[in-house]
């Protein structure tokens, strides 16, 4: 058997581990998602390779080479996609702060999106020769990002639900301490949670600036630009709320001396 033949029933007995997210965590559904990340990596290895033998030798065998290697990038992307987009649905299903409209919205983007990913399938299935191919992947380079974007989108709005969720936790928490330290004339204690305060605003500040531009992960666009974006300002507000919480602790000590 070719090669790329074992790969293509390695890949999809993969995709088939994948489908049957019911039996999966997020986390497994996560290592999954990686280990289709590795094998797309190793079709695109694999296709570079067969474009080089076939510049050196135009031979049949070669050309063939050339577009079995491409259609197994294009089945591995799809893999990618299809794995990410299983992980997603389960992570929100299992977190059990995401609210329900949100949970509702990923749920039924992942749905739309692997109707997708079967259609695009179903394209590559049909691939016979190098212009075909050249087609159908500009095809995909089109559609690729729509299959994540949406589902992007609403994974960014539950971690921004998530977040200001603590950040009012620890604002409520704030307040109390604070009422408790200056009825006491607690300075010290003043002192530490001034800097909560601090640390607490320059997290709802980033928090909004995630939500902002999550929003903004959309076709057209730069989805994959503006998610990273709003990971970014969740994770220094992330930070932040670390901080916010040590210095409430700190707090605190001070009134329990």
């Known amino acids: 058997m070719k090669r790329t033949g074992m790969v293509f029933i390695l890949t999809l007995l993969l995709v088939l581990q994948v489908a049957a997210v019911s039996a999966m965590t997020a986390g497994e559904a996560k290592n999954a998602w990686l280990t289709t990340k590795r094998h797309s990596v190793d079709m695109q290895d694999q296709h570079r390779e067969a474009k080089l033998a076939f510049a050196g030798d135009k031979s049949e065998e070669n050309r063939q080479a050339v577009v079995d290697t491409g259609k197994a990038v294009l089945y591995a992307a799809l893999d990618e996609a299809e794995a990410w987009l299983a992980w997603k649905k389960l992570e929100a299903q299992e977190n059990p702060e995401v609210p329900p409209d949100v949970l509702e919205s990923i749920e039924n983007d992942v749905e739309a999106n692997l109707d997708k990913i079967a259609e695009l399938r179903t394209d590559v299935d049909a691939v016979e020769n190098q212009v075909q191919l050249g087609l159908v992947w500009l095809?995909?380079?089109?559609?690729?990002?729509?299959?994540?974007?949406?589902?992007?989108?609403?994974?960014?709005?539950?971690?921004?639900?998530?977040?200001?969720?603590?950040?009012?936790?620890?604002?409520?928490?704030?307040?109390?301490?604070?009422?408790?330290?200056?009825?006491?004339?607690?300075?010290?204690?003043?002192s530490h949670l001034d800097d909560a305060r601090s640390e607490l605003e320059i997290a709802r500040r980033n928090i909004d600036n995630a939500e902002s531009t999550y929003k903004l992960v959309k076709i057209p666009g730069t989805p994959v630009l503006k998610f990273a974006e709003g990971n970014n300002y969740l994770r220094a507000a992330q930070a932040n709320l670390i901080n916010a919480h040590m210095h409430l602790d700190f707090a605190y000590r001070e009134l329990m001396r």
């Open 139 to 190: 095809k995909m380079l089109g559609k690729y990002f729509e299959l994540v974007s949406d589902v992007a989108r609403n994974s960014g709005a539950m971690w921004v639900h998530i977040a200001d969720t603590k950040a009012d936790t620890i604002e409520d928490y704030e307040a109390k301490l604070r009422e408790t330290a200056e009825e006491a004339g607690n300075e010290a204690a003043l």
